[in-house]
């Protein structure tokens, strides 16, 4: 079992900036793939970045590409998402969520076998 727990969203305005963390326990999360996803009301849930196991290659989506940057840190066992230049479609409850490296795709959120609870991002204009 894995348990992830974000933190770090709120309230900013259109142009801010916002860092989200993922911390993992109950397991080292050097053999997952950790990906972020978000849910804004009334829409499917999306994936939003993805990363490798050590972090040398990195996914997104091409509404972030450009603004948002995914970094892990496995001595923490932790994940973070970089969000500058936000915009208020960036508005949803964003997901840390876990695969193990060697099945599934980056882009499929049926793919992930863990997920955090969300914490919620409001970009306002």
């Known amino acids: 079992q894995v348990q992830l727990v974000e933190s770090g969203g709120g309230l900013v305005q259109a142009g801010g900036s916002l860092r989200l963390s993922c911390a993992a326990s109950?397991?080292?999360?050097?053999?997952?793939?950790m990906g972020w996803f978000r849910q804004a009301p009334g829409k499917e849930r999306e994936f939003v970045a993805g990363?490798?196991?050590?972090?040398?290659?990195?996914y997104y989506a091409d509404s972030v590409k450009g603004r948002f940057t995914i970094s892990r840190d496995n001595a923490k066992n932790t994940v973070y998402l970089q969000m500058n230049n936000l915009k208020p479609e960036d508005t949803a409850v964003y997901y840390c969520?876990?695969?193990?490296?060697?099945?599934?795709?980056?882009?499929?959120?049926?793919?992930?076998?863990?997920w955090g609870q969300g914490t919620q991002v409001t970009v306002s204009s």
């Open positions: 969520a876990v695969r193990p490296y060697y099945r599934g795709s980056y882009y499929q959120e049926k793919d992930y076998d863990y």
């Open positions: 990363i490798s196991r050590n972090g040398g290659s990195t």
């Open positions: 109950g397991r080292t999360l050097n053999s997952y793939i």
